[in-house]
């Protein structure tokens, strides 16, 4: 059975740093990418960043880039979202997922429909 645990979330002011984890288990496959998406109340849910198993390419929201890290420790099966300058619009429950045999196009790494697996959320809020 493939689990994603994430953790690491919690309320920090803005302009401060949080570091998410995405421990997964149960995984058999060859080929998926592992995404972070947030959903923050009355919104849907959006892609943040994903980063694709066979050779780690990211790819970011623009909303993040340059503020936020995605990576991989394979050892651990555990991807990582540093977060830095976090603003308190990225307030909202952060989820990874994963999706197998991904199509490495950036619209389809960021459509929730595509993804798989789902974690059940880590809240995340940045206070102004």
């Known amino acids: 059975e493939v689990q994603l645990v994430e953790s690491g979330g919690g309320l920090v002011q803005a302009g401060g740093s949080l570091r998410l984890s995405c421990a997964a288990s149960?995984?058999?496959?060859?080929?998926?990418?592992i995404g972070w998406f947030r959903q923050a109340p009355g919104k849907e849910r959006e892609g943040v960043s994903c980063i694709k198993s066979s050779d780690g390419t990211t790819y970011y929201a623009d909303s993040v880039k340059g503020r936020f890290t995605i990576s991989s420790d394979n050892a651990k099966n555990t991807v990582y979202l540093q977060m830095n300058s976090l603003k308190p619009e990225d307030t909202a429950v952060y989820y990874c997922?994963?999706?197998?045999?991904?199509?490495?196009?950036?619209?389809?790494?960021?459509?929730?429909?595509?993804?798989?697996?789902w974690g059940q959320g880590t809240q995340v809020t940045v206070s102004s």
């Open positions: 149960g995984f058999t496959f060859d080929d998926y990418a």
């Open positions: 997922a994963a999706a197998v045999n991904p199509i490495l196009l950036r619209r389809w790494l960021f459509n929730h429909e595509n993804y798989d697996y």
